[in-house]
């Protein structure tokens, strides 16, 4: 092999060893900055800087390391840093941006605010080029000229909203009216967020308002955002509206729901896939089968709740509804009947209150087999509960674990609730 050869391989091999040098560089520059696998440390980029002058991402994550790395947090020299990149690297907006965020922090408002609309402008429809001016100007008191910039952050990344709905909130003292102008049109999961954030500052009337207003009328797959918010409602404790916001789902239109009644106490609604004030019912419990007898005749015309045990256990909590009773005197009226069932201790149906220690059970003249027995049981609720379930179980009161058995099966069916005179 000639001499040349030999410098032209070695000349090729400095060049791909330097080009592999130079983007290794690069990449740990885009490490820092994109918080990507642990990113290069500031020592390290220093030394990165020294090898390569020329290049404007490693200055620029220089100046975010001095940000990010707690032993070596500076803004001056963060500033530093970032000003030299940008004189390598005039047009890069992210870069504009992390200057902007360097001043920002350390309380130079107004030179921050002409950096960021640099970015902006590099930029004008990328996220953060959107969210980190508005979140500049919000933070001066221009809340005016930040609503249409956080409205285009939003859009771009949704998921932010809980992030820029509190800013809004906190910065406007509150002002529901500005911080309903940061939220673009037609997108749900930033109405949720702003749901949430109504629901925790106590503001729940006006949760509701804006949920029938806004958020009902948009496109919302199985109810999915709804039956948060009304979960979110519960939550708060928050009962009685949220069982308005449930009853007022188009599917549940022209029902003639009652707040101080029963839903669906003759079984005959298929069960929810997320039920809230409909029936829950505990499925795989082991000992007991659970199923919905169309065939049992129930005297009301309707189906029945069928339990077959076949085992000793536990108590069994079968099937339990939430109820939002306002305070006073009730009557709940059932049908049960049996076959075959042999117990220490036998199923009932209990009232139990959410709040406080409040429960009240009824047990029904159940023997081995008989036909549908009609029950009453009156009961009144205090003032403290905030909601009521209604619970159908079987009870373990034997102090021994196993030594309840059971088997045999017991229907329920025809429930329904009425309010008594206050007389009472």
């Not at 029902?255 to 101080?260: F, I």
């Not at 505990?282 to 065939?295: F, K, T, V």
């Not at 049996?338 to 201790?345: E, I, K, M, Q, T």
């Not at 008989?370 to 159908?392: C, K, S």
Request: glycine share 8%.
């Amino acid at each position: 092999m000639g001499r040349w050869q030999l410098f032209a391989g070695f000349f090729l091999m400095a060049v791909g060893g330097f080009g592999f040098w130079d983007s290794f560089q690069t990449e740990a520059a885009d490490d820092v900055w994109q918080r990507r696998r642990p990113p290069a440390s500031y020592e390290e980029l220093r030394e990165a800087v020294a090898r390569s002058p020329g290049n404007p991402r490693l200055w620029g994550a220089l100046g975010a390391a001095c940000l990010l790395d707690p032993r070596h947090l500076d803004y001056r020299e963060s500033e530093r840093n970032l000003r030299k990149a940008l004189a390598l690297a005039p047009n890069d907006a992210r870069l504009w941006g992390l200057l902007g965020d360097t001043l920002a922090i350390s309380g130079q408002a107004e030179e921050a605010e002409r950096v960021l609309q640099r970015a902006r402008e590099l930029a004008p429809h990328h996220f953060l080029s959107q969210w980190r001016l508005a979140n500049a100007l919000i933070r001066v008191g221009k809340l005016d000229e930040a609503a249409p910039l956080a409205r285009g952050a939003l859009r771009s990344n949704p998921t932010q909203a809980t992030l820029m709905l509190d800013l809004g909130w906190r910065i406007s003292n509150g002002d529901q009216r500005f911080v309903e102008s940061l939220i673009p049109p037609d997108l749900p999961a930033v109405e949720y967020q702003y749901l949430r954030l109504l629901i925790n500052q106590q503001r729940v009337e006006d949760a509701v308002r804006r949920w029938k207003g806004v958020l009902a009328g948009q496109r919302d797959p199985e109810r999915r955002l709804s039956q948060a918010f009304i979960q979110d409602l519960i939550a708060a404790r928050a009962y009685e509206p949220a069982w308005r916001v449930w009853a007022a789902l188009p599917e549940r239109q022209g029902l003639g729901l009652a707040r101080a009644a029963i839903y669906d106490g003759d079984f005959r609604q298929p069960a929810a896939k997320v039920p809230i004030f409909e029936w829950r019912f505990q499925q795989n419990e082991a000992g007991a089968r659970l199923a919905l007898d169309r065939a049992a005749a129930s005297p009301t015309g309707g189906n029945a709740l069928q339990i077959t045990y076949d085992s000793p256990g536990p108590a069994f909590y079968h099937a339990r509804q939430l109820l939002v009773l306002p305070p006073g005197g009730y009557r709940l009226t059932y049908f049960v009947k049996s076959r075959d069932l042999v117990a220490a201790s036998l199923p009932a149906v209990d009232l139990l209150g959410v709040l406080g220690k409040w429960s009240a059970r009824s047990k029904p003249p159940l023997r081995e087999t008989q036909e549908w027995q009609r029950v009453q049981h009156d009961f009144t609720v205090p003032a403290d509960v905030g909601a009521v379930e209604l619970v159908i179980l079987r009870p373990s009161e034997c102090g021994t674990p196993g030594a309840c058995a059971i088997s045999g099966t017991v229907w329920f069916g025809g429930f329904s609730l009425e309010p008594l005179a206050k007389s009472r």
